[in-house]
């Protein structure tokens, strides 16, 4: 859901925004959205983050075993 936050956004302002000249909503969207874009970037951190912690055990435990096979 979160990366159809730009278009969303670019609808809700053409059809919102334009359509009736209302800066308050403007405001409003362009509030949402910029929260919205940050959670995604706290998210995507995390999950990077995760990722790697989760990779580097796993090559941890791998690393003794693959050696001595290939010894």
């Given at each position: 859901m979160?990366?159809?936050t730009g278009p969303l956004q670019m609808r809700q302002v053409y059809?919102?925004?334009?359509?009736?000249?209302?800066?308050?909503?403007?405001?409003a969207l362009s509030t949402l959205v910029l929260g919205l874009f940050l959670a995604m970037g706290i998210l995507?951190?995390?999950c990077g983050?995760?990722?790697a912690v989760i990779g580097?055990?796993?090559q941890a435990r791998l690393d003794r075993r693959v050696f001595a096979a290939a010894m």
């Open positions: 979160l990366w159809l059809d919102r925004v334009l359509g009736r000249g209302s800066g308050a909503t403007l405001v995507e951190h995390a983050n995760g990722t580097a055990r796993f």
